[in-house]
């Protein structure tokens, strides 16, 4: 039961993202700030609500993931979900691609007001966002690291001493992910105007969702569909 209430979860998630999408989209094109600003804070908060759902799950079905695809899994996911510098990266990516379009308009002093026209107090924050975030995904990979080597957990024979504690340890891993999911997100859209971070954010949907269908079509797996 906490399975399939966990698989329909994902999916009414699935679904929200791509409304949220769609309505991003369609935004950005509006100039309206104040409703860009309202539907990136609707976005981050459709995160942040999934992460609080995941939390009540049993850690070890979070971890396995068995609502995604083999795909999601094996490519995608870093502790039962994106690496958090995946969004970094991407916000490098996005900006790197749309500067490139418009460096004629640039030299020629016409902003545009894009995730191509960072500006150096910007860039500086991003730069800074990425290299704690690095530092802070690698110390939950050293503690997953741990907890898969049994410390503390396994006794001098092989044997599993507490498997509570061992739950919970995968538990607190998991959960420390999440919540560097979401700080990551947080800042990441706290540095960039709307406009920039909605077109962040729809970059990050296409990944998702891509990644979704991908492994749906290439899988075949039974995962709870889109």
Known sequence: MELEAA???????????????RDLRTARWADDPAQLAKLVAGYVSHFADYCAARAELD?????AAPWASPVERGAAHWLAGWRPTTLVHLLYTESGRRFEAQLPDLLLG?????????????LAQIDELQRRTVAQEDELSREMA????GDGLVGAGGELLDVGGLVGRVGAVVAGADALRLRTM???VEILEPAQASELLVAAADMEIGFREFGLKYDGVGAGGS
């Open 110 to 122: 016409v902003r545009s007001g894009n995730l191509g026209d960072l500006s150096p107090a910007q």
């Open 7 to 21: 698989r329909r979860r994902f999916q009414l998630w699935l679904r929200g993202l791509r409304s949220l999408r």
């Open 146 to 149: 741990r907890v898969q080597e």
């Open 186 to 188: 947080k800042r990441a």
């Open 59 to 63: 850690p070890v079905w979070t971890l």
